[in-house]
């Protein structure tokens, strides 16, 4: 069999992007039109949403208890290991694809192509995740917060047929569709479809709103914060006492053992893919205007700013309402309800925060998607631009975006947010987050022995000891994770051989050898080393 393993060289990998220190934009390419500010904003509006606004009460309410804050510690204290990596791999290749594009430059084709079909999993599902989560609350703000009424039928179309959902007179059925999840996906592909410039746009404003909300929530919670509810371990003392001691919990109908220091160690895992969102910047490394400068400001930036707001989300979220109450797909508007109550405000009061609070967790939860989605789609346009899937590297002709890759990736997360339940797909994107983190953190020290000299705008510290730790770290958390959730990311990865060895290796760019795109028009610069 041909080498599985030939790469990208380094030297001349740059050539199909153009020179990004004159804004170079070559005919057929992505347009550079992103600057640290928005690199920065649509890594915030990535990671600030998921964990936050829906799988933070989930982890909390099943896994960590209050100790669910010390899952967050964890997830970004690894997350600094591999975004470290992250920014010296974006500024050293600014091209699309993220850690697949890295990996074809590092560790060969077959390795490229594994990590290119874990992204896929990881931002797809991310964003059917996301569009759940966005469907609560946009059910908990017109029904609950505007008094809007439903009937029985419209309820069943806020959930999938395999959940549930509680009717007027109580009874509880299985849902039909979740209608809200299918249309916000169709709508955001349509805005990404306008334009990169627009969607930033967009998610700039969102951003600017949704942290400001965020911030009078933990305003307004932190002076009603009952310390009770965090002594989930009356027998323990010190900080130990936020995790609870191990127990059955019951989730979707079954029982499980869960909390203690595992149950924490596991909530890291199922909040992980949160912190995708500098991982999201790397994908449109190819877009930005300075990406030497601007990239390791927006993957860092982002991740530091995100994981405060996040610590200081899960104290209070824990501190007002008891972790057991948690467990639905929009905590924060329970919590929400529950500072309102404490504070003793009058209706009118009642309302508007209620309205503010929930408006922005909306708001929120749409840039994840509209990011999620943005990724999804640069990664199709990678691989396909290196022959291993096909018609994803087409670009529309007036907008300049790559709107095949676009509408596929929208129409698949509109099926499945309809549905497929949220706590099923969430895991499953923790799983491929960590596994394209251990690839680019593995990358670094390959790099440095392959290519000593080559010019790196950004560097990471201490890389014989930040890089493999990053690596062991991902790895670590990855054991936490519930055995189903291993069997999915193994069957889709045996999908991904059969797709690969059916069409991509015999599809591949690079194994034509000619050094050019699948068009023929323009060179690519690319050889086997």
Known sequence: MRNLFIKKDLNRLLADAGDPNVGEHKP???????????????GIGAIIGAGIFSLTGTAAAYYAGPGIVYSFIIGGILCAFAGLCYAEMAAMVPLSGSAYTYSYATMGELMAWIIGWDLILEYAFAAVTVSAAWSGYFISLMHKTLGIPFSDFMFQLTKGPWETVTLNSGAVVHGIWNLPATLIALVLTVILIKGTKESALLNNIIVVVKVAVILAFIGFGWSVIDPHNWIANPGVSGLGALVPPVAPSLRNGANFLSYGWSGVLTGAGVVFFAYIGFDAVSTTAQEARNPQRDMPIGILGSLVICTILYILMALVMTGVVPYKELGVPDPVAVGVDRIVQLRGWGVVAQKGFGFTIKLAALSGLTSVILVMLLG???????????????????????????????????????????????????????????????????????????????????????????????????????????????????????????????????????????GATKSGKTKVGMAIT
């Open 28 to 42: 057929g390419s992505l347009k550079r039109t992103l600057g640290a500010f928005n690199l920065t904003t649509l």
């Open 376 to 514: 999804q789609t640069r990664i199709f346009y990678a691989m396909s631009r290196d022959g291993l899937l096909p018609w994803f590297d087409k670009l529309h002709k007036k907008n300049h975006t790559p709107h095949i890759a676009s509408l596929t990736t929208g129409t698949f997360v509109a099926i499945c947010g309809g549905c497929m339940p949220m706590s099923l797909v969430g895991e499953l994107v923790s799983i491929g987050t960590l596994l394209a983190f251990v690839f680019v953190c593995i990358g670094i020290p390959i790099l440095r022995v392959r290519h000593p000299n080559a010019k790196r705008p950004f560097k990471t510290p201490l890389p014989w000891v930040v890089a493999p730790l990053g690596a062991l770290s991902c790895l670590f958390v990855m054991t936490g994770l519930p055995i189903d959730t291993w069997l999915r990311l193994l069957i889709w990865l045996v999908i991904g051989f059969v797709v690969y060895f059916t069409y991509g290796i015999h599809n591949s760019v690079l194994r034509k050898g000619a």
